[in-house]
């Protein structure tokens, strides 16, 4: 979606993964903004090859989302 979206495991039990957007160096050019969790719920998914489990998402207040996830 436009963005770059850097995507870490934290924790091993429960599986949890961190998703930090990229801030585009501030551009104020860059692409239209977007829904954040859509993206890092996307993001997650994609480097995982997980299914987000929604209800365990959080964002801290730097931004960054946490999630477990359900790998099939």
Avoid at 10 to 27: F, G, H, K, Q
Avoid at 64 to 70: A, E, G, K, M
Wanted: glycine share 4%.
């Amino acid at each position: 979606m436009s963005r770059t979206w850097a995507v870490t495991q934290v924790s091993d039990e429960p599986v949890v993964y961190r998703a930090t957007r990229d801030n585009n160096n501030l551009n104020p050019f860059g692409p239209p903004p977007r829904l954040r969790t859509t993206q890092a719920i996307a993001a997650i998914q994609q480097a995982t090859g997980c299914t987000v489990i929604r209800s365990s998402m959080y964002q801290n207040i730097s931004g960054q989302f946490f999630s477990q996830v359900v790998c099939n």
